[in-house]
């Protein structure tokens, strides 16, 4: 199985960026399609974003569209999101998940390996 180690989250003001990384081990990255959620104070884990094997395809939430990018790199396997011009709303802890099938989801329940999470605040 994969482990999964977020790092890069903390505090920044709006309209700030930030970028987080996911970084794997026990297995290759490239077996699995990758997503980041993320789960807000007092609210449930909410779908940010999902990038196929080879990174050929990404999709995001209407939330984060046009603001964050998701990305790979297999040859070191590492998952990204670069996050710019950051909100209030975007505050929550990110974690990056792995999906063993090969089909892209951005469904929760899909993912079968999950990262420890990584806080970001954003200030106003």
């Known amino acids: 199985q994969v482990q999964l180690v977020e790092s890069g989250g903390g505090l920044v003001q709006a309209g700030g960026s930030l970028r987080l990384s996911c970084a794997a081990s026990?297995?290759?990255?490239?077996?699995?399609?990758m997503a980041w959620f993320r789960q807000a104070p007092g609210k449930e884990r909410e779908f940010v974003g999902r990038?196929?094997?080879?990174?050929?395809?990404?999709a995001y939430s209407d939330s984060v569209k046009g603001r964050f990018t998701i990305s790979r790199d297999n040859a070191k396997n590492t998952l990204y999101l670069q996050m710019n011009s950051l909100k209030p709303e975007d505050t929550a802890v990110y974690y990056c998940?792995?999906?063993?099938?090969?089909?892209?989801?951005?469904?929760?329940?899909?993912?079968?390996?999950w990262g420890q999470g990584t806080q970001v605040t954003v200030s106003s």
């Open positions: 998940a792995a999906r063993s099938n090969w089909f892209p989801s951005t469904r929760q329940r899909d993912y079968d390996y």
């Open positions: 990038i196929t094997r080879s990174g050929d395809s990404t």
């Open positions: 026990g297995r290759t990255l490239s077996n699995y399609v």
